[in-house]
């Protein structure tokens, strides 16, 4: 604005306007900034083109409560404040500015491993499914090829019938044949016979009434029992094929959930047993993982039945098998007891135990290498067994309040902690 123009201006405190044509300098003020500037040993920095706007003088200092620049004659209007010279300032906001930015490159450091682990997780999801179309496809070869021979075998049985049928049916054809040649020679013999001279025909009656008898009547009689019995071959044929299977698949009451497998643990490839890994698998660390507990969850909670399933620990010195709350800590350690919702047992050190808190020290009469878990939801029990010899264990009664999955904790063992196949019963 040129000299000597009139300017109109709000005052701050005031909130009101003042029209001066040129601000009265302060002298007395800027000689008390100065000195106090030299006694503290402040360095003013001036920054071009840097003006307050209210008093039209350069920014010298800074207002750390406000965070904003200020010059010499807004010092009174900051009274208490932490006022700073500007470079002291800019060295304040520049260590903010710091932490913030350390702070956004530690969530740009997260975000990136976010990423790399998403891609690590979607490579490992393709990975599942190539493997899990692999076995489904293995499965299904192995079912047609039960099929098959299962139908080579019956078509089979059914040929057999008809050509045993048939042979039959076509002896049968045989023999009245040749009857038929007989009789028809007899009767041509006895007719020929009987236009012969009377006295003739009466010397010889008693002859020919005997050769004009047929005494064998069995070959007069329809064979039974030639049909097929089609209803062995055909009837509940299904049913009838299901049953010779069962010989020939296994049922599994529970199975593992590899998405939940502790890194340091291996599992069979139809989910039914778990043990030591030579080396950390290279899989996704996915929420429901367990890691570092080496354990690993059943593929399938429950809510309410009654549920029972046999588990070969073999001759593993340390293991844990039971139940637990789907809320049970992953990503931790954590002590196994019925009060932060597991319920199992277990052998540690020779000794086999309730995990109670403290535990239940239980008492056994040989070492059990098959236990038995009974689930009862509706009456809130869970029971171990020595599945051998039918000894009872230990019995938990208690309120769940959510849904159980089978835990498995088979240790840092070679042998196997093997889920038993069911055996099948059909009750007619």
């Known amino acids: 604005m040129a000299a000597g123009s009139t300017t109109a201006r709000r005052c701050v405190p005031c909130v009101g306007q003042t029209v001066k044509e040129t601000p009265i300098p302060n002298r007395a003020l800027k000689s008390t900034v100065e000195s106090f500037q030299k006694e503290k040993g402040w360095r003013v920095t001036r920054a071009p083109n840097a003006i307050c706007g209210l008093h039209l003088r350069d920014l010298q200092m800074f207002c750390a409560h406000d965070e904003e620049p200020i010059c010499a004659e807004c010092i009174p209007l900051h009274s208490n404040h932490d006022v700073k010279p500007i470079d002291h300032g800019v060295k304040y906001c520049q260590d903010l500015l710091e932490l913030k930015v350390k702070i956004l490159a530690d969530k740009l450091e997260y975000f990136k491993k976010m990423k790399k682990r998403c891609n690590e997780t979607s490579s490992h999801i393709?990975?599942?499914?190539?493997?899990?179309?692999?076995?489904?496809?293995?499965?299904?070869e192995r079912l047609h090829k039960i099929l098959n021979e299962?139908?080579?075998?019956?078509?089979?049985?059914?040929?057999?019938?008809?050509?045993?049928?048939?042979?039959?049916?076509?002896?049968?054809?045989?023999?009245?044949?040749?009857?038929?040649?007989?009789?028809?020679?007899?009767?041509?013999?006895?007719?020929?016979?009987?236009?012969?001279?009377?006295l003739v025909v009466l010397q010889n009656y008693q002859s020919l009434k005997n050769r004009a008898q047929w005494t064998d009547?069995?070959?007069?009689?329809?064979?039974?029992?030639?049909?097929?019995?089609?209803?062995?071959?055909?009837?509940?044929?299904?049913?009838?094929?299901?049953?010779?299977?069962?010989?020939?698949?296994?049922?599994?009451?529970?199975?593992?959930?590899?998405?939940?497998?502790?890194?340091?643990?291996?599992?069979?490839?139809?989910?039914?047993?778990?043990?030591?890994?030579?080396?950390?698998?290279?899989?996704?660390?996915?929420?429901?993982?367990?890691?570092?507990?080496?354990?690993?969850?059943?593929?399938?909670?429950?809510?309410?039945?009654?549920?029972?399933?046999?588990?070969?620990?073999?001759?593993?010195?340390?293991?844990?098998?039971?139940?637990?709350?789907?809320?049970?800590?992953?990503?931790?350690?954590?002590?196994?007891?019925?009060?932060?919702?597991?319920?199992?047992?277990?052998?540690?050190?020779?000794?086999?135990?309730?995990?109670?808190?403290?535990?239940?020290?239980?008492?056994?009469?040989?070492?059990?290498?098959?236990?038995?878990?009974?689930?009862n939801m509706e009456k809130g029990e869970v029971s171990f067994w020595d599945a051998d010899s039918g000894a009872h264990l230990?019995?938990?009664?208690?309120?769940?309040?959510?849904?159980l999955f089978p835990l498995f904790g088979p240790g840092l063992h070679k042998t196997p902690m093997a889920i038993q196949p069911a055996k099948l019963t059909i009750h007619k």
Request: with cysteine; hydrophobic share 35%.
């Open 126 to 140: 393709q990975s599942q499914s190539v493997e899990a179309e692999k076995q489904i496809r293995h499965l299904f």
């Open 150 to 198: 299962e139908e080579a075998s019956r078509i089979t049985a059914l040929k057999k019938e008809e050509e045993q049928k048939k042979k039959m049916l076509n002896e049968k054809v045989d023999s009245i044949s040749r009857d038929i040649t007989s009789l028809t020679e007899l009767i041509q013999s006895l007719r020929k016979e009987m236009v012969a001279e009377d």
């Open 217 to 375: 009547e069995k070959s007069q009689k329809f064979p039974p029992g030639v049909l097929i019995d089609v209803a062995r071959h055909v009837g509940a044929l299904d049913y009838k094929v299901w049953e010779s299977m069962r010989s020939q698949v296994k049922c599994f009451p529970v199975l593992m959930d590899p998405n939940t497998v502790s890194p340091w643990l291996s599992m069979s490839l139809d989910y039914a047993s778990v043990k030591e890994s030579t080396e950390r698998q290279s899989v996704p660390d996915n929420p429901e993982r367990f890691d570092p507990c080496v354990f690993v969850l059943g593929s399938e909670g429950f809510m309410s039945g009654r549920h029972r399933w046999e588990v070969n620990v073999g001759d593993n010195p340390k293991w844990v098998l039971g139940v637990c709350k789907e809320s049970v800590a992953r990503k931790r350690k954590f002590t196994v007891t019925t009060s932060g919702g597991v319920w199992s047992i277990g052998l540690s050190k020779g000794v086999y135990s309730g995990l109670t808190s403290p535990r239940t020290i239980l008492t056994v009469a040989k070492r059990p290498e098959t236990i038995r878990v009974k689930v």
């Open 394 to 403: 230990i019995t938990y009664t208690d309120t769940f309040g959510g849904k």
